[in-house]
């Protein structure tokens, strides 16, 4: 999205803390932003829900592909050259989302 950014993040360790990666990767890129660009890059609060179980996981993922068709952006998910996952293709991604909620 060009004004936003969406992120499913899931801590794989037992002592992972999403809270503080997100708290860190926003200061990193706004100060490599900042220095590159001479602007802030973002907004001064951030929203974020933590997902409890794997339905909601999947709610949010699938609400995160479909969100460049809907604002226009796209015709369809894999359209949008900006969506992608470290753990699954794209491909594979929407398959297992459309597959669980078809």
């Given at each position: 999205?060009?004004?936003?950014?969406?992120?499913?993040?899931?801590g794989k360790a037992h002592?992972?803390?999403?809270?503080?990666?997100?708290?860190?990767?926003?200061?990193?890129?706004?100060?490599?932003?900042?220095?590159?660009?001479?602007?802030?890059?973002?907004?001064?609060?951030?929203?974020?829900?933590?997902?409890?179980?794997?339905?909601?996981?999947?709610?949010?993922?699938?609400?995160?592909l479909e969100n460049p068709?809907?604002?226009?952006?796209?015709?369809?998910?894999?359209?949008?050259?900006?969506?992608?996952?470290?753990?699954?293709?794209?491909?594979?991604?929407?398959?297992?989302?459309?597959?669980?909620?078809?």
């Open positions: 999205m060009p004004d936003h950014l969406h992120l499913v993040v899931e002592d992972s803390d999403c809270r503080q990666f997100s708290i860190r990767s926003r200061q990193y890129s706004a100060f490599y932003y900042l220095r590159q660009f001479g602007e802030p890059l973002w907004q001064p609060r951030a929203l974020e829900h933590v997902l409890r179980d794997r339905e909601q996981a999947f709610k949010a993922a699938r609400y995160i068709v809907r604002a226009g952006l796209a015709a369809a998910v894999a359209d949008y050259p900006f969506l992608g996952s470290l753990v699954y293709p794209l491909s594979e991604l929407t398959h297992r989302l459309y597959l669980h909620h078809a």
